[in-house]
C-alpha cells in the first residue's frame, strides 16, 4: 500500500504565498510522475502542476510563472510553492504520484486526501 499526504494548506491573502508538500509512503520502489490538482466547488479537478522522474515540469497555464513544482527523490516527497495567489486558486489541492511497486511491475496511480487552499481577503 501507498499513502499519500498533503499538508501546507491555509487562508492567504490575495499576493501572498503558500508552499504544499506532499510525503509518499510505503511499499515503493520507485516514484515515476509526481503531480498536483485542484478541485473548486462546482467544477471539475484539474492538472496544476507535473515533474516527471526526470524533473521534466508541466504547467497549467493559468499558474505559469507563479506556481513552481519540485521533487525530493531521497524523501518521496513533492512540492508545489504558489506565489501571487489570486482567488481564483481557492480550492481543494491534491497530490497524486504515479508508482513502481517493484522494478518489473506496472505504475499504480495513487492520490492524497486534499489540503484546502482559501485566498480571500
Known amino acids: 500500500q501507498v499513502q499519500l499526504v498533503e499538508s501546507g494548506g491555509d487562508l492567504v491573502q490575495p499576493g501572498g504565498s503558500l508552499r504544499l508538500s506532499c510525503a509518499a509512503s510505503?511499499?515503493?520502489?520507485?516514484?515515476?510522475?509526481l503531480a498536483w490538482y485542484r478541485q473548486a466547488p462546482g467544477k471539475q479537478r484539474e492538472l496544476v502542476a507535473s515533474i516527471t522522474s526526470g524533473d521534466t515540469t508541466n504547467y497549467a497555464d493559468s499558474v505559469k510563472g507563479r506556481f513552481t513544482v519540485s521533487r525530493d527523490n531521497a524523501k518521496n516527497m513533492v512540492y508545489l510553492q504558489m506565489n501571487s495567489l489570486k482567488p481564483e486558486d481557492t480550492a481543494v489541492y491534491y497530490c497524486n504520484a504515479n508508482v513502481l511497486l517493484r522494478s518489473d511491475g506496472p505504475t499504480f496511480s495513487y492520490w492524497g486526501q486534499g489540503t484546502q487552499v482559501t485566498v480571500s481577503s
Open positions: 510505503g511499499s515503493i520502489f520507485s516514484i515515476r510522475a
